[in-house]
Every structure is written in C-alpha cells, then in structure tokens.
C-alpha cells in the first residue's frame, strides 16, 4: 500500500519528516531529517531502512524550505501523499489539531514573536506546499495544546497583570510527545491513563515533565518559551533573572546575546564545557569534573521536578520516562529516582538496566515505565482522526 499521510516537523536546525500508510495506526515506511552539517551543506539522513546520507548541491540563496519540497516532490512516496501534518511549536489557547486554512496561517504569522526560532520556518513549510500543491489538506498539531488544560494558577505568570492580556503566560511544550505517551500508558492498560496522578518525563536535547491527574495536564516545566524548567542540553532551563540584568550592567550582554546565550551555549554544554550530549558526557564523567557536573545537575534537577510535581499531584501512581536520555540511559533514571523512594518510587535495576517497559520493582507503589516517544506518530494519527 502506497503512503498517503506525510508528517512534517520543521525546527530551526533541522526539518524531520515521516511517511505514512493509512490504517489504525498508520505505518509509517520512510523516516528522514534534512540538517545543516557544520560546513552549511544540507545533508539528507533517511534512517527507516540503513541510514544514507546524501550532501545536496545547494544553489546559494535557497531556503532550507526550497530545497526540501524540491525534493520531495521528485519522490514516489510523495505521489501518493493526500494529507500533510506539521508539528507547530505554538498554537496559543488552541486544544485541539485543526485544518490549514488561511485565517490559521495568518493567525500563526502573527504569533511568529511568541516562537521565533520555530514558527517561521513552519509557516513557509505549509505555505510553500499550499502555493505549489493546493490540492493537499495541511493539519496543524501545536506542541502547547496539550497543555492548554493546566489550571490557571499554573498558567499565570508573576509578572504585572497587564502583560497576561498579552498572552505572557505558561504554555508548556512537547504536547504531541505527553499525548503519545498518555495514550501508550491507554494501550497498555495502566488505570493511572484516565485516573490517577502521573508524571511525564521528555528528557531528550529538550527536556521538560509534565503532572497529569486524570489523564489532563495540570502542570508542567516548560513555560513562556522552551527555555524554561529543567537543565538541557544546551538551554539552561529556569533562570533567575537577575543573571540577566547582571551580565547587562557588568558584560554589556544585549538581549540578543543573553537569548543565544541561555538557549545554545548554556545547561549541559555550558556546565561541561565540551558536549550537550549525555552519551558523551557520561563516558567522560570519570575523568573530567566538569562533564560529572553537568550529568548531576541534570539529574539533581529533575528529581527536585518530580518533587515539586508529586506535591501538585498529592502524590503519585506512575512515572513515566521518555525521549533519547529517559529511554536509553539507565544511570541517569537511577540517579534521578535515588531517595525518592519516600514517594513510593522503587526501582527494579535489573529491569532498570535493560530499560525494560516497566523498570519499578514488585513493590513499588509508583509504577515507573520506560515508554519511547513517537511525536511522528502522533502527527498522523491526528491527521486520519482529523481527515476520516
Ligand atoms: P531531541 O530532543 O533532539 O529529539 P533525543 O530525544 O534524540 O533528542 O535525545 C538526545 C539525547 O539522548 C542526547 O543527549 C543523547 O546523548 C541521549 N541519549 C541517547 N541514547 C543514550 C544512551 N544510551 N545513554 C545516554 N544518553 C543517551
């Protein structure tokens, strides 16, 4: 069977997309991401069968945008394609997926300044496929929708009230990853899905945890921007802004430059001063203080999250671990999980060790799971619930 769902998520490195047959669920048959290498080539990585990576010879001038729908159109796979879905960073107050029309494209052009790094590149993502293939049906799938049902005391920022009616405000992000997860934890039967208290954790390059009671969100770490909650890879997470005013008095560090500073240069990169990546990072930690640093405040960091979101919850029934750290790296979930046995979190490591799905012991009261996230999936899935 030919695909006919094509998922798109367009960030500000790179552009990740996914092919879809229909079903339930969609299969997906071709996974692809095209990323600027550190000489400025576009490269071209497919990884469904073997991993191939194709250099492009870009004619100077051509977005990232161009290039990529160029080549997508010359793909048999891309012949059979009905419907487009795209992951959009910010949607605002939107709960739910919805149809590309040009009142939600002009929507999302003006909210562009709540997500800069992101939102552009997803509009001309779907515009360049409307203007070129009009008779293709775009969905949008905002990473803050799921979010959206946090109680307000979640939600508000103590910041002068006039700024709420500016929509300054706790978004929270990786939606489409927490909604996967929630109905995994469905799938596999776990009464907590739909009522009991849960804490979610993405920990990948972006990492955030998400409190879930009765399978809504009701808090979570990112907030305003992606910049906020737990230490990440190269994001320093929760800052206090008092760093900011300071290296503007004493460093006469713009706006521009703090920005850059605390969204790429910062969390584990900045702490270790040799790699944003936990793999490496833990292979280090022996041998140099400053990587054994940035691995335990990321894990330090996250437990006192899971502290703070068990008091919100009154407690808690399962715990939940994802994205390319919470999925393969066991030391990590143990040195987050050491003492919080006082909320009912007992680890089996054998299991733990084999990053087996459940890795809490018989007796634990916290059911602790690995799930692997599919925000692709996810995509698609709301795509066919959407366009059935
Ligand atoms: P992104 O947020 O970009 O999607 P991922 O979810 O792929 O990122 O997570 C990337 C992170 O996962 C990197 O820090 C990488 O080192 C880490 N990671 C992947 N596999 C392992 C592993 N076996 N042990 C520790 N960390 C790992």
Not at 56 to 78: C, H, I, M, R, Y
Not at 184 to 203: Q, Y
Not at 355 to 362: C, Q
Request: aromatic share 6%.
């Amino acid at each position: 069977m030919k695909p006919t769902i094509l998922t798109i998520n367009g960030g500000s490195s790179s552009i990740k997309f996914a092919f879809y047959r229909p079903g339930e669920p969609p299969t997906r048959c071709v996974f692809g991401k095209m990323a600027r290498n550190g000489l400025g080539e576009i490269i071209l990585t497919l990884t469904d069968e073997e991993e191939v990576s194709v250099p492009f010879p870009v004619a100077l001038g051509k977005s990232a945008t161009t290039v990529f729908v160029d080549w997508l159109e010359k793909q048999d796979n891309f012949q059979s394609v009905q419907t487009v879905g795209h992951r959009l960073v910010h949607g605002m107050e939107r709960t739910e997926p919805e149809l590309v029309t040009q009142d939600l494209l002009d929507d999302i052009r003006r909210i562009s300044p709540f997500a800069p790094e992101h939102l552009p590149v997803e509009t001309d993502l779907i515009e360049t496929l409307r203007k070129r293939h009009p008779e293709l049906v775009q969905v949008a799938c905002f990473d803050t929708a799921f979010h959206q049902s946090m109680p307000r005391m979640a939600k508000l920022l103590p910041i002068p009230r006039r700024f709420e009616a500016k929509g300054i405000r706790r978004y929270g992000f990786h939606g489409l990853s927490y909604a996967y997860l929630m109905e995994e934890l469905a799938r596999l039967g776990d009464p907590a899905a739909t009522k009991g208290r849960v804490i979610l954790c993405h920990l990948g390059n972006g990492a955030s945890m998400s409190a879930v009671r009765d399978g809504q969100s009701v808090e979570t770490s990112m907030g305003f921007s992606p910049t906020s909650g737990l230490v990440m890879s190269t994001r320093t997470g929760d800052l206090d802004p008092g760093v900011a005013a300071y290296l503007g008095h004493t460093e006469s560090m713009n706006t521009k430059e703090f920005y850059h500073m605390a969204n790429h240069e910062s969390g584990l990169i900045g702490i270790s001063e040799t790699s944003s990546d936990m793999r490496k990072l833990l292979k280090l930690e022996s041998s140099d203080i400053r990587a054994a640093e940035a691995v335990e405040l990321f894990c330090y960091q996250a437990k006192k999250w899971i502290g703070s979101f068990s008091a919100v919850l009154g407690g808690l029934d399962a715990l939940v671990f994802s994205g390319g750290i919470g999925e393969n790296s066991a030391i990590v979930r143990t040195r987050i999980c050491e003492g919080l046995g006082f909320l009912g979190v007992k680890l089996d490591e054998n299991r733990n060790t084999k990053s087996a799905p459940i890795i809490s012991s018989v007796d634990s009261s916290v059911m602790a799971r690995v799930i692997p996230t599919d925000e692709e999936l996810m995509i698609a899935r709301s795509v066919a619930r959407l366009t059935q």
